[in-house]
């Protein structure tokens, strides 16, 4: 069972395009929600994160986007860069947890 | 480079065999976490442990067993090998439990 469901699984978009990458839970006692970045080869590595208790945060050209209500967050990438081709993962966690819940994975590419 | 050391790199070995995968936490590091990532299957939490001690559960198979040991290290061992055992795995470490993961590179070990 999928705690944390992740779309689309592939995303290719021109420079300059802001890809989204979208999540869903259904766990309402998640309270951070981190998005890690994995480039071939690599382990993934943390790149935002978010709690509840705001609708955006905003790093650099990264911004997650957090619906409470409806039980969604996604990652925007303004600007994007070829640089910025990776793998992205979305996932969810709770207080008290030792246990990171990960999305499938998107794999994005930039072209140039 | 995240700080968090696995090896080997890379294993092939066949069905029905055992092999241990090696993982040393960035320095100060307590928690370590071991993950699988397969194809369809994104990355699946398998086992944590915090100074020593099991915390954590995931889907981890009886055929896997795990312990840290006094130095922090960790080691991920793996029996009884099938096919579909075949997959990366990653070991993250983390300051306290849960918290931001540090994810090495990961081990992939091929089953023929």
């Known amino acids: 069972q999928q705690q944390v469901k992740q779309s689309p699984q592939s995303l290719i978009v021109q420079k300059g395009g802001i890809p989204i990458i979208n999540c869903a839970y259904e766990?309402?006692?998640?309270?951070?929600f981190p998005w890690y970045q994995q480039f071939p080869g690599k382990g993934p590595a943390l790149l935002i994160a978010?709690?509840?208790?705001?609708s955006e945060k905003k790093e650099g050209r990264f911004t997650i986007s957090f619906n409470k209500s409806a039980k969604q967050f996604s990652l925007h990438i303004m600007d994007s860069q070829p640089g910025d081709s990776a793998t992205y993962f979305c996932?969810?966690?709770?207080?008290?947890?030792?246990?990171?819940?990960f999305g499938t994975g998107t794999r994005l590419t930039v072209i140039p | 480079d995240s700080g968090v050391t696995q090896t080997p790199k890379h294993l092939i070995t066949a069905t029905g065999q055992r092999v241990t995968l090696r993982c040393s936490p960035r320095?100060?590091?307590?928690?370590v976490y071991w993950y699988q990532q397969s194809l369809d299957q994104g990355l699946q939490f398998l086992i944590q442990?915090?100074?020593?001690?099991?915390?954590a559960k995931g889907n981890i198979l009886e055929r896997f067993s795990a312990q840290q040991f006094p130095d922090l290290h960790s080691e991920l061992n793996l029996s009884s090998l099938e096919l579909g055992d075949s997959a990366l795995y990653f070991c993250?470490?983390?300051?306290?439990?849960?918290?931001?993961?540090?994810f090495g590179e990961g081990s992939r070990l091929t089953v023929l």
């Open positions: 993250a470490s983390s300051v306290e439990s849960l918290g931001e993961l540090f």
């Open positions: 766990n309402t006692a998640f309270d951070y």
């Open positions: 978010i709690r509840p208790d705001v």
């Open positions: 996932a969810a966690s709770m207080s008290g947890a030792n246990n990171l819940f």
């Open positions: 320095s100060g590091d307590l928690s």
């Open positions: 442990y915090y100074n020593g001690e099991e915390r």
